[in-house]
């Protein structure tokens, strides 16, 4: 996906995962400015993250989310985030597809040496973080595995089946990491993992139809295409078929389904561990709603981020 995988950051140019991308900021005017600095300048407390990666994370839709958490959680957060943008570099990237395939099995290779306790030099702070909340070594394998689904081929109008293994494996599995950090309870975060990530991730495909479709991918599931008469055979023809904002109408409502299984969840948990994938998904509703605004007619308009709002969305679960 061009990772959250996004065309208006690094990843700009790739295929439809959970973005991991740098896509949040850009210049701010005026009361604007202020209001944007007021919430960024939000930590918890004092003691500095790894600088790497930090550095890595700095530019994300989630980074101010990441950023309102409490230092140990904010640290542990920035080394799952790079983590993940890793293996989507690896996975998105123009090298031949038996190269990437070989860089991601050597990621699963250093997560196992974490485990077993001899993690190479770069990877120290990330094992200091998997003891520290209990992550789980399964969770790191799941992403590793749902990058290799991209690296293997382009995805083409996946089943059902796949689609969702898909999303579990690119989003869902970094949110059981994450709700681990959140001190959520293992079956509240589970269940918040498995909608909210889904959430994120359908959001994310209906919103970069046009960019994954020149790149060659589309992940749009073929037995809805199939069911407005849709060949699942070309990405482009997909995305020009003027039957296709039927099938994105019925993947939006799973969408926003999913989204309201997350807040229910939420809603029951305390929150203090909910403060964090609060603003994740008020960010993701966010775009889908535009998404959902511009509609999915050809010509399509790249969708922008009403920046003001995003950040409203910050302060809110910062503040109150």
């Not at 210049?27 to 919430?39: D, K, Q």
């Not at 990666?53 to 989310?65: D, I, N, Q």
């Not at 959680?73 to 293996?87: L, P």
């Not at 994120?200 to 295409?225: F, G, K, S, V």
């Amino acid at each position: 996906m061009r990772v959250a995988r996004t065309r208006d950051g690094v990843l700009a140019a790739r295929g439809n995962r959970q973005r991991y991308s740098n896509d949040f900021h850009s210049p701010c005017r005026g009361a604007t400015a202020e209001f944007a600095l007021a919430v960024s300048n939000l930590v918890a407390d004092e003691p500095a993250p790894d600088a790497a990666a930090a550095a890595v994370t700095s530019g994300s839709s989630f980074y101010l989310a990441m950023r309102i958490l409490p230092a140990a959680q904010r640290d542990a957060m920035f080394q799952i985030y790079a983590f993940c943008r890793a293996v989507d570099d690896i996975a998105d990237s123009d090298a031949p597809r038996a190269e990437r395939s070989a860089a991601l099995e050597r990621w699963r290779a250093d997560i196992d040496a974490c485990y077993d306790g001899e993690p190479r030099q770069g990877l120290a702070a990330l094992a200091r973080q998997i003891r520290a909340f209990g992550l789980r070594r399964d969770d790191f394998h799941a992403m590793i595995d749902g990058m290799a689904m991209d690296a293997a081929a382009d995805i083409c109008a996946p089943d059902e089946a796949t689609l969702d293994l898909y999303c579990d494996r690119v989003a869902s599995a970094a949110g059981r990491l994450s709700v681990r950090v959140f001190g959520m309870n293992d079956e509240a975060g589970h269940t918040l993992s498995h909608h909210l990530g889904r959430a994120l991730q359908l959001t994310n495909i209906l919103r970069d139809i046009d960019e994954d479709a020149a790149i060659n991918r589309c992940y749009l599931p073929r037995e809805l295409l199939a069911r407005e008469g849709i060949a699942a055979t070309n990405p482009i023809a997909i995305a020009d078929d003027p039957s296709l904002p039927r099938v994105c109408a019925t993947l939006a409502q799973r969408a926003l389904e999913h989204f309201a299984r997350a807040d229910a969840i939420m809603d029951a948990s305390p929150r203090n561990v909910v403060r964090a994938p609060r603003i994740m998904s008020g960010v993701y509703r966010c775009l889908l709603e535009r998404t959902l605004e511009r509609g999915f007619d050809v010509p399509r308009t790249p969708v922008a981020k009403p920046r003001l709002r995003l950040l409203w969305i910050v302060a809110r679960y910062a503040f109150f």
